[in-house]
């Protein structure tokens, strides 16, 4: 093996230094691709969010002057309607995380116990039902959307059954909450909310929910990637195994026990996994409002992804679309780093509560 | 492990194997709330206008008819947008698979100088959110004079580091001694790669293939910044036009649906034809 | 050592490479605009240079129209000339202006004059048209920026109100009832009002509500553009007066009848009336032929007569390859005798004013338009106007809710800072 290692190294260098070649050349065509279309852009979008870029000609024109934060500032402190559209994307974009990735982590890791632990026969068939939504296009999917939910269209008609009266869905900018607060009473603001703002916009703004247009996206975007996640789920389960769940039955612990103190724990990664990749993509909703309703009804879907596409190419004002773009970068990576803090590794495992959970727990250790 | 106590009624046992009836009940429902929409959209397609208004949930048209299919072929370019997706969405496919495991090769296989910097800069480019490129990407287009352009709507598709990452991990999993053995007999690192270690990698370049097509062919936002002449709408941006009442203005449900229902057929094909692969790598690929 | 060495040597070789390849991708994708050739490579200024014509057609009739036009320009220049839709106007252009490579003749709304003509993306030709003089004064000062004459008009339309003559007579009008008044719209609103049809429905924007501002001696901006009065009394009578409207569901807002517009609502007769402009001809001849309809003056408001117009122009780049070219399309497409073609073709009303009354005569049912012509007033055209206007129309869309004094407050406030500039 030795004597044979060494004949092959007996050309030497040259091996060593085709292989130098050889291993750029592979690889050549992706860093280029690489970085012209995903760094490159990034550095020229910076350049241009602190630039006074009117949009004619190239940004790197000797005209082109650098006015540093302006536009960062514009958008945040301004407070004119930079300000304000901005606050109003946040908000929604803000709301539209709070639903979806909850529900959509809940929903498909429900899907997965289902799936995988439960039942014997036909898995194939229902984890195929439960994907087929994420391999469509968004587009396709919008377009079905807007059917569904029309004023006349099928939910409504389903929520007739139950003698309920649904909202003309895309075109109603009235937020759950104030609908809420409104059935119980509390009609308008109270006087503290309505005039403080943060962002432009009024707490009493800030607290108006999602609006019924938002949740139809929420509903959507729930229906489209609680597949995916399923599936993700399903891997994580199959990785623990049935003994562990065996383990934890003999020592009397019931199925919902069981699920908390055992599974759960131990799907954490997978678990983070799904949590920051939902984080990550709704953050960035874009496609689906592009489709469907462009921001409307009364901006109510508007997104920062959206927004930062509007403000630069239909309203020719690139810097204030590029700086929002990066803003948007920092809320993503900053959440992302929050939840990994959250869900973060402990390296002493916390004192189970009760008796039962101990038992659980010092079988698992077993 | 401790000894079953005598005690432990057998109801426990059974919860291990069989599953309640209600278990079933439940999935059934479930999965009937998630096929229900594709059906609808289906039987709409089919659906004069204003039954469509009239009975959304019906799914048996009472007067079937393709009339959304023929205005739908008869009044836009539907035609030019199925030939321009398919296009692209063929040279995305090829052009990443052979890119993606040249790169995947090289990171996995061939010990160069810069391999780990490389590796990193791959990685940290995945995390950059794609919407925050909409803007850049048309700046550098632009500046690249490939802006509306077959060019300017298939090259930029062609990065792709998570194809690089399936790559490179399978990659990895082939046994060196298959190489070993290789260079022995005298062949050139692109010579083993080309015909010894890529024709093993079959399984992960269908992979490729396979996400490549669904991604390119489900990709929208990259064609609204990179093109704007109409014979080169793609049937994502010609289908997003519709919905926002390109046609003539008004609801034309069947017809909307009808296009979407055509567009969906393709990257359908493949799902059920893949299935079991493609619901594989999707909880591996991601995971990584 | 000798691996060192070695090492160093190939990675020089390498790095080599690279560039190499990089080079190569480069010129690939960077040589000529890949498989699809982009006219205007020409380059010249005089000649030659094949035009582009951009426009946002309301359908299939304009499109017709106005690419026969131009066609029939090229055979007898025998310039290429070439007519392309846009899927959205407002991107397309702000997207061929970052490029460079805009279209040489393009539709432009008042809104986006300030905004091009501010950073030299428009060439003011319109002062050297042949026909400069013929323009309607109103419709010039629209395009008029900076004191200076930016693009010819090429046609305009203002909003007259829109009556279904069959649910007229049944629910027992005659034409005496044709309300001249905001009382008389009203009343003939409750009676036309039929269950869950109202009586009137338009569009959930300032740019079919503003008629009533204006109507009440109201406006967003003062005459000379140089105060925002958005949050005036007389404009908070007025969004109140369609608030009550909305309110005793006499009156409606097009999308929340489950239209896409007015003309739609209106011609699928989810409403009796409605507040349009003279393009709903076209489309009402396409889409909803069977409905029996005629065409009234708005009623006055407590302070007179008042409709809004709506105006585009010709805009020509700057960086066209050909400049010459494209004013003498201009010049054509705006004479007497093609703007002629274009009403019949789409029913939009002629800009230059011997037309105007060869039009009068070819369409009498439509005379409510032109006549309306005498006191309709511009939108705001400052440069960020529009965005305030757009900002107001979604906060249009909760008016029946809401409250018109805050809603216009906020507007005010967005207004103040674009007048201010």
Not at chain 1, 27 to 50: C, D, E, K, R, Y
Not at chain 1, 92 to 118: D, I
Not at chain 3, 243 to 259: H, L, N, T, Y
Not at chain 3, 264 to 276: H, N, V, W, Y
Request: aromatic share 12%; charged share 15%.
């Amino acid at each position: 093996m030795v004597a044979r290692a060494k004949s092959s190294r007996s050309p030497g260098p040259g091996i060593k230094g085709r292989q130098q070649l050889a291993g750029w050349i592979f690889i050549s065509p992706v860093v280029v691709l690489l970085g012209l279309f995903l760094f490159v852009p990034v550095l020229m979008a910076a350049w241009v969010s602190v630039s006074d870029w009117t949009g004619r000609g190239s940004p790197f024109a000797a005209d082109v002057g650098y006015v540093g934060t302006e536009n960062y500032s514009q958008i945040l402190t301004g407070g004119g309607l930079a300000t304000q559209d901005f606050g109003t994307s946040i908000r929604n974009n803000l709301y539209y995380v709070l639903f979806v990735v909850p529900l959509q982590t809940a929903l498909s890791l429900f899907l997965a116990v289902l799936v995988s632990r439960r039942i014997m026969r036909g898995r194939g068939f229902f984890r195929t039902a439960f994907y087929f939504p994420s391999v469509t296009s968004s587009v396709a999917i919008t377009v079905l959307w807007l059917f569904l939910f029309s004023q006349s269209g099928v939910v409504n008609k389903i929520l007739s059954w139950f003698t309920i009266d649904g909202p003309n869905w895309f075109a109603d900018p009235r937020g759950v909450i104030h609908v809420f607060l409104r059935a119980v009473g509390v009609e308008s603001a109270p006087q503290a909310l309505a005039t403080n703002e943060f962002l432009g916009i009024s707490w009493w703004q800030w607290v108006s929910g999602p609006s019924m247009a938002m949740s139809a996206f929420i509903l959507m975007a729930i229906f489209t990637t609680s597949g995916t996640f399923m599936l993700l789920f399903i891997a994580g389960l199959q990785s623990i195994g049935p003994e562990i769940e065996e383990a934890a039955m003999m020592d009397r612990a019931n199925a919902w026990r069981r699920f908390i103190h055992v599974t759960l724990p131990m799907l954490k990664p997978t678990l983070f996994t799904v949590i920051t990749l939902g984080l990550i993509g709704t953050w960035q909703v874009f496609d689906q409002i592009y489709v469907g309703t462009q921001g409307g009804p009364a901006k109510t879907t508007l997104t920062p992804a959206y927004l930062s596409f509007n403000e630069a190419f239909n309203q020719g004002d690139w810097g204030e679309g590029a700086a929002i773009a990066f803003i948007l970068f920092a809320i993503i990576v900053f959440f992302t780093i929050v939840q990994r803090f959250v869900l973060r590794e402990r390296d002493t495992v916390k004192k189970p509560r009760t008796k039962r959970s101990q038992a659980v727990a010092v079988e698992v250790e077993r | 492990m401790s000894t079953t106590p005598a005690t432990t009624p057998p109801k426990q046992r059974s919860r291990l194997g069989a599953a309640p009836w209600t278990t079933y009940l439940l999935l059934v429902l479930l999965a009937l709330v998630y096929i229900m929409p594709f059906l609808i959209q289906i039987s709409t397609s089919f659906k004069t206008e204003p039954e469509a208004a009239v009975n959304p949930i019906g799914l048996f048209p009472q007067n079937w008819t393709t009339a959304a299919y023929e205005r739908l072929f008869r009044f836009s370019d539907y035609a030019t947008w199925g030939m321009n997706s398919a296009i692209v969405t063929a040279f995305v496919t090829v052009g990443r698979v052979f890119f993606v495991s040249l790169a995947g090769y090289a990171l996995a296989r061939i010990p160069f100088r810069g391999r780990g910097v490389v590796f990193a800069l791959v990685i940290a480019v995945m995390a950059v959110p794609s919407v925050v490129l909409l803007i850049p990407k048309f700046l550098v287009i632009n500046q690249l004079g490939i802006y509306d352009s077959y060019a300017g709507m298939i090259v930029p598709l062609l990065a792709d580091a998570a194809g690089v990452f399936i790559m490179k991990n399978f990659f990895e999993s082939i046994p060196v001694s298959v190489e070993e053995q290789a260079r022995i007999d005298g062949a050139g690192v692109f010579r083993t790669f080309w015909s010894i270690v890529l024709p093993m990698a079959a399984p992960a370049v269908m992979t490729i293939v396979i996400l490549s097509f669904q991604g390119s062919w489900n990709e929208l936002n990259h064609f609204i910044v990179a093109t704007q002449d109409p014979q080169l709408t793609t049937l994502t941006k010609g289908v997003a036009q519709l919905a926002s009442g390109q046609l003539s203005q008004g609801t034309q449900y069947p017809l909307k649906l009808g296009a979407a229902v055509l567009m969906t057929i393709p990257v359908a094909i493949v799902f059920f034809v893949f299935q079991r692969r493609i619901m594989n790598v999707s909880a591996g690929a991601v995971k990584e | 050592m000798k691996t060192v060495r070695h090492t160093r040597g190939s990675r020089r070789l390498s790095l080599a490479a690279v560039t190499g390849t990089a080079a190569l991708l480069l010129t690939a994708c960077g040589g000529g605009s890949g498989f699809e050739d982009e006219g205007g490579d020409g380059g010249e200024q005089s000649s030659g240079g094949p035009i582009t014509v951009l426009i946002g057609s309301s359908g299939d009739a304009e499109t017709n129209a106005v690419t026969d036009a131009v066609n029939a320009w090229a055979e007898e220049s025998g310039t290429d000339a070439k007519v392309q839709v846009a899927a959205d106007l407002n991107q397309q252009l702000a997207q061929g202006f970052a490029g460079g490579e805009p279209a040489d003749v393009f539709y432009l709304s008042t809104d986006q004059l300030a905004a091009y003509a501010g950073n030299g993306s428009l060439e003011p030709y319109a002062a050297d048209l042949e026909n400069s003089g013929e323009f309607f004064p109103a419709l010039e000062e629209a395009f008029t920026y900076e004191d200076e004459f930016w693009c010819a008009p090429k046609d305009f339309s203002t909003l007259g109100l829109l009556i279904n003559n069959r649910l007229w007579e049944d629910a027992g009008l005659t034409e005496d009832d044709i309300p001249t008044t905001w009382e008389e719209l009203r009343s003939v609103a409750e009676q036309l009002t039929d269950g869950k049809t109202p009586g009137l429905a338009f569009g959930p924007e300032y740019q079919r509500v503003g008629v009533f501002f204006e109507q009440n001696g109201g406006g967003l901006v003062s005459d000379d553009g140089s105060e925002a009065t958005v949050n005036s009394a007389e404009n908070v009578e007025a969004l109140t007066f369609v608030q009550d409207m909305m309110k005793d569901g006499v009156a409606a807002w097009s999308s929340d009848i489950g239209a896409g517009w007015g003309g739609e609502a209106f011609g699928k007769e989810l409403s009796a009336m409605t507040i349009e402009g003279n393009w709903i001809a076209g489309a009402m001849e396409n889409d909803f032929p069977d409905i029996d309809y005629q065409v009234a003056p708005l009623p006055a408001g407590p302070e007179g007569e008042a409709t809004l117009q709506y105006t585009n122009c010709w805009g020509i780049a700057a960086d066209s390859d050909n400049i010459e070219g494209s004013v003498e399309l201009v010049d054509y497409l705006t004479a007497a005798e093609q703007q002629m073609a274009f009403a019949d073709a789409f029913g939009v009303m002629p800009s230059v004013e011997p037309a105007a009354e060869e039009w009068k005569e070819a369409y009498p049912e439509m005379a409510a338009f032109i006549d309306s012509a005498d006191f309709a007033r511009n939108l705001p055209t400052q440069e960020g106007a529009n965005d305030v206007i757009a900002d107001m129309n979604a906060q249009l869309a909760g008016l029946k809710g809401g409250n018109p004094q805050q809603i216009l407050d906020g507007v005010q406030q967005n207004m103040e800072a674009v007048v201010s500039q």
